[in-house]
């Protein structure tokens, strides 16, 4: 049997910052709700223009990562370089 082929290569950095920026997002999110949640400090029209303003960049990140990712996917599968067994 032979070996599996080492193409595990490091993401490069545009893909961890974008990972970074995704995380930190989401979770400043998820933050903001449960202290909207705990302690209310913001009416619930500025809390939802809070999580508005995060989900925006957000959804930006996540598209250009995901599209990037998929266009260096394509460009090692039309070298030759990934190949499906």
């Known amino acids: 049997m032979a ?47 809070l999580e508005i303003m995060l989900l925006g960049p957000l959804a930006i990140v996540l598209t250009v990562r995901f599209l990037t990712r998929e266009y260096e996917e394509d460009q090692i599968t039309r070298r030759g370089e990934k190949l499906d067994e």
């Open 3 to 49: 070996p599996p082929s080492s193409s595990n290569h490091a993401e490069p950095a545009h893909m961890k910052l974008g990972l970074s920026a995704t995380t930190g997002l989401a979770g400043l999110g998820a933050v903001f709700a449960l202290i909207q949640l705990a302690f209310c400090p913001w009416t619930s029209e500025v809390f939802v223009r």
